[in-house]
């Protein structure tokens, strides 16, 4: 089957890109992504911000003041600085929960490419799909045409009635509705890969690859494994799991006193004196504060392991899918390559052959070139639906497979 150029769809100014190139264009332009980069910057601000130690206190007072006298008469004055910290463990437990969440926002930042990607490589596979389709319609045409001709030459020769020519004339005008049909889906895949690589009205993304098949070696055990040690959404999981379990130690940590200690400079009459105190908090009131955020910690960090095991668990059905739905369209594919094509073209180019000869009716005819489109559409469509089974299974074990 030959698959003609496609000509008058694609506007004047175009840009033909390979899927990669569109992956680039797609995450260097996509909004989304370009939020979450800011949003990872933002962590890391939280995360220092986290680390900060309370402001010291400076404070002053000037005592035994004669009435009716200013302030410089005093008898007593004192100047006071004191400051305050977390036990120093906290302060570890603040680093490593911080680190941890600049390590999740760095892994999200991964889960929107590869969600982008996915959704690239799918709408630009529909596209070269309706492309292949608006192409084959054409060669239809091509097809129709050349049966009318050979209607209306048997008709002038008094070989075959009217009707022959008149029902040649209705196919030829159905396949040219068709490719109208076509051509608007060719135009609203055009649109949507355009929106999605956020692409100027005026230019079109035009894409340079085909519609190929190559066979892939696919394990399913090796795509399990690979999707559970890699997959982003696991590893946020699991990021999430750990920054609950330093919650939890940072509740436990509110057990422990703060320490604070100060320095005071003083003057009683002409005399000056100098002073330093130390102590700790004592968290008398712990059966009440800090008994409630190590439960509502513990609770949080039972929760969210129990999503992480479930979220493995989604991970491991949706591989599953993912993987049936390629083996099923692999065979699809496969049908059409090793028979159906080849059967069907032999058929249909045998029978016009008998029809120009006389010896078949018109009718058997039209039955060939029927079959004979609707199996190279349907071989266009699935090799279509093959490419978009593979990216998706792509999405769910975090693999790129060459196509």
Excluded at 197 to 206: I, Q, S
Excluded at 273 to 293: D, K, Y
Aim: net charge neutral; no cysteine.
């Amino acid at each position: 089957m030959l698959f003609l150029s496609l000509q008058g769809i694609a506007q004047t100014q175009d840009t033909t890109i390979t899927l990669e190139d569109a992956v680039e264009i797609g995450v260097k332009n996509n909004l989304a992504i370009l939020a979450v980069e800011k949003d990872i910057a933002a962590t890391k601000g939280k995360a220092i911000t986290g680390l900060g130690v309370e402001d010291p206190e400076v404070s002053g007072s000037w005592t035994e003041i004669p009435k009716g006298s200013g302030v410089s008469n005093y008898n007593e004055r004192n100047f006071t600085i004191s400051q305050s910290i977390d036990f120093p463990t906290n302060y570890i437990h603040r680093k490593k929960r911080g680190d941890l969440d600049i390590e999740r926002s760095q892994v999200m930042l991964q889960e929107r490419k590869l969600e982008l990607r996915t959704r690239i490589e799918k709408v630009y596979y529909q596209l070269v799909g309706s492309r292949e389709q608006v192409n084959l319609i054409r060669e239809n045409i091509s097809l129709a045409e050349n049966f009318l001709d050979a209607a209306q030459k048997r008709y002038n020769a008094g070989k075959a009635p009217i009707l022959e020519v008149k029902r040649a004339q209705i196919v030829l005008s159905n396949i040219e509705n068709e490719l109208a049909v076509a051509q608007s889906n060719y135009e609203n895949n055009q649109a949507a890969l355009n929106a999605l690589l956020a692409f100027p009205d005026e230019k079109n993304a035009v894409p340079a690859d085909s519609l190929t098949y190559r066979l892939l070696n696919l394990n399913l055990n090796d795509l399990l494994l690979q999707a559970i040690e890699t997959h982003p959404l696991l590893l946020i999981y699991n990021l999430t799991a750990k920054i609950a379990d330093k919650n939890v130690s940072l509740a436990k940590g509110s057990y422990l006193p703060k320490i604070f200690g100060g320095y005071t400079a003083q003057k009683i009459g002409g005399n000056k004196f100098r002073g330093v105190e130390a102590g700790i908090s004592i968290p008398l009131w712990a059966p009440v504060n800090q008994r409630g955020q190590v439960m509502e910690s513990k609770g949080n960090l039972a929760a969210t392991k129990y999503r992480e095991q479930n979220a493995v668990l989604v991970r491991k059905a949706r591989v599953k899918g993912a993987y049936s739905k390629v083996i099923a369209a692999l065979e699809q594919v496969d049908k059409y390559q090793s028979n159906l094509l080849q059967q069907s073209e032999e058929l249909y180019k045998l029978t016009l052959r008998s029809y120009e000869e006389g010896k078949v009716d018109y009718l058997k005819v039209l039955d060939a070139q029927t079959s004979y489109i609707n199996i190279n559409k349907s071989y266009i469509d699935a090799l279509a639906y093959y490419k978009i089974q593979v990216a998706d299974l792509e999405f769910e074990t975090n693999q790129n497979f060459v196509q």
